[in-house]
């Protein structure tokens, strides 16, 4: 494999200085306009400056990072089309998010997500959850993101850069971070750009490299043609369900994706709690006005829907290009080629130039991640934990610089666990370690986000049960289940892992934790008052949307119903 040759290095570096003398620009403007004391509000959500475009740039680069292009082409590798579900049914909770979920959030005046819990129940849940992030945040989202983009960009520049890289993209991400979400949001702008013209060079080469193998020329249309006729298997959204006695490949991708079944369960708790209760991407919308802050999340969702060009195919070019020899022959990769490693053996074959692109989409994603994540943690740690219970009266400037100093603790706190990979993300495989951890949790939470916006009867007693209980249903069905009650009953089919042990899927697993979560917090309710005092004011003026926002949502659920009758 090819390294780096000079003009890699002087694209790359052109790269940094855009995206680095931008931010800067944008810093010093705003310090201009505003003095000395910059608003804490403004640091921590951008208040009222981000445009639909900066909102929905924003969105895209701080969820597009190294999980998904090492991961979800990964995945690609292995099971094909059908994880571009995780994608296109996030353009639909986007599209939730936009229209229900965001005004309960504006109107209530709401800045972080233990607010919301504190505002609606109590501080009990409040602090519970703003804890739980905290950790989730640096220990597994920051860390994994900074370990897993070390190793795609070391693969490239050589193993011996990997520690270099780590201090690199830790640096970058932490000079953007510090001038505040605004600078954040519009250097994203310039991310996405880079992210998408990367990620397109990347999977153009792969096309055409699959179409050079089999002799059709460079044409990259005549590639996708030839991937879809010598793997059919990889071009269908539905995952059969296998006899207890198929293949093992075929087991380990019902667990992953199983059928139709994960379009009624764990798919839509993954998405709307990620796109709905995640500090990490609603404070993109939050300091905005609701038409501008819609408007951000549609467009976001509509590019979700092209997302799977850029993170999937690349790894279904491996897998064909793999399965017919071809990596073998021109890189010696051996027989032993893991799925996490296809979208780096792609990036070896780019020509020379492209290569330093497609580098740069790559840094773009994961320092766009690492900066939104590092912002959030400080937004929790600074207003829902330090000016809550420390420092009640904290002035702006203080807590602009405390929250400068949750950043600079969370990332320096990454690269102690990413050097020496001390929580074991390699060996668990990256998109498996955060889909795994974050998992555990996200019915409970779930459960109590929507019934504490759309139920006025729900308690703060069952909210507290819900976080709790939601998390042990969660452990339950992943560890136990099946031990107690067998492999087969009318909620599961539990099959042999690659370990050899009987396993439910996953996203079943999340199904069923958030149905008995559910009904669990609505029988604690129901022994409460019929409106507790604590609930949000609701009406249907509200959930109006403007003609446009109207048209940008049937177009997106047009495209979306296109993409279903093509890959079903």
């Not at 994880?83 to 353009?91: K, L, T």
């Not at 309960?104 to 519970?128: A, D, G, W």
């Not at 780590?166 to 640096?171: D, G, N, P, T, Y």
């Not at 495209?559 to 009758?565: D, K, M, R, S, T």
């Amino acid at each position: 494999m090819e390294k780096f040759a000079p003009i890699d290095y002087i694209i790359f570096c052109i790269y940094f200085v855009l995206v680095s003398g931008y931010g800067y620009w944008i810093y010093k403007s705003k310090k201009a306009k505003e003095g000395e004391v910059s608003d804490s509000k403004d640091f921590f959500l951008a208040e009222g400056s981000l445009t639909w475009w900066a909102i929905g740039a924003s969105l895209i680069a701080s969820n597009i990072s190294a999980e998904q292009f090492i991961g979800m082409s990964g995945n690609g590798f292995t099971v094909g089309v059908a994880v571009a579900a995780y994608e296109w049914i996030a353009a639909l909770a986007l599209i939730i998010v936009a229209v229900w979920f965001i005004p309960v959030y504006l109107k209530n005046k709401i800045f972080t997500m233990p607010q919301f819990l504190e505002t609606r129940y109590n501080q009990t849940t409040s602090l519970i959850m703003a804890i739980f992030w905290l950790f989730l945040y640096v220990f597994v989202n920051l860390t994994s993101i900074l370990y897993l983009g070390a190793i795609a960009i070391s693969a490239m520049a050589g193993p011996e850069y990997f520690h270099a890289i780590v201090i690199a993209m830790a640096i970058f991400s932490l000079v953007i971070t510090l001038g505040g979400m605004k600078v954040i949001g519009f250097t994203d702008v310039i991310q996405v750009v880079v992210l998408v013209v990367g990620g397109l060079a990347t999977t153009y080469i792969a096309l055409t490299m699959v179409s050079e193998h089999f002799g059709l020329g460079t044409d990259a249309l005549a590639g996708f043609k030839k991937m879809m006729e010598v793997a059919p298997d990889h071009f269908k959204l539905m995952v059969d369900k296998p006899a207890t006695d198929a293949p093992q490949a075929d087991i380990n991708k019902y667990l992953m994706l199983p059928g139709i079944a994960m379009y009624f369960a764990g798919i839509w708790i993954v998405n709307l709690n990620y796109w709905g209760c995640n500090q990490y991407i609603t404070q993109r919308a939050l300091g905005a006005d609701l038409k501008t802050a819609r408007t951000g999340i549609l467009f976001a969702g509509f590019m979700k829907l092209a997302m799977p060009i850029i993170v999937m195919l690349p790894g279904i070019a491996a897998y064909v290009l793999y399965s017919n020899g071809a990596l073998q022959n021109e890189m010696g990769i051996g027989a032993d080629l893991k799925p996490d490693n296809a979208y780096s053996a792609i990036l070896g074959f780019l020509p020379t130039g492209l290569k330093g692109l497609s580098v740069a989409a790559l840094t773009a994603a994961i320092v766009a991640s690492l900066a939104g994540k590092a912002n959030s943690i400080s937004t929790i740690f600074t207003l829902d934990i330090y000016q809550r219970y420390i420092n009640k009266t904290a002035g702006e400037k203080k807590l602009v610089n405390m929250g400068r100093i949750a950043i600079l603790v969370a990332i320096l706190f990454s690269v102690a666990l990413t050097w020496n990979d001390a929580l074991g993300i390699g060996g668990e495989g990256g998109f498996t370690f955060i889909q795994k951890y974050t998992g555990f949790f996200s019915p409970g939470v779930f459960a109590v986000f929507f019934l504490g916006m759309f139920w006025k009867r729900t308690t703060g007693a069952a909210a507290v049960a819900g976080v709790v209980v939601g998390f042990l249903l969660s452990v339950f069905f992943n560890s136990f289940a099946v031990e107690m009650f067998g492999n087969e009953t009318l909620l599961w089919t539990a099959y042999k892992n690659a370990s050899g042990v009987y396993e439910i899927p996953f996203l079943i697993c999340m199904g069923w934790a958030f149905v008995f979560t559910l009904l669990l917090m609505i029988g604690m309710s129901l022994a409460g008052p019929k409106v507790n005092p604590k609930a949000f004011g609701i009406d249907t003026a509200m959930f109006k949307v403007a003609p446009s926002t109207l048209a940008l949502i049937v177009v997106t659920l047009l495209c979306l119903a296109g993409l279903y009758v093509t890959f079903w």
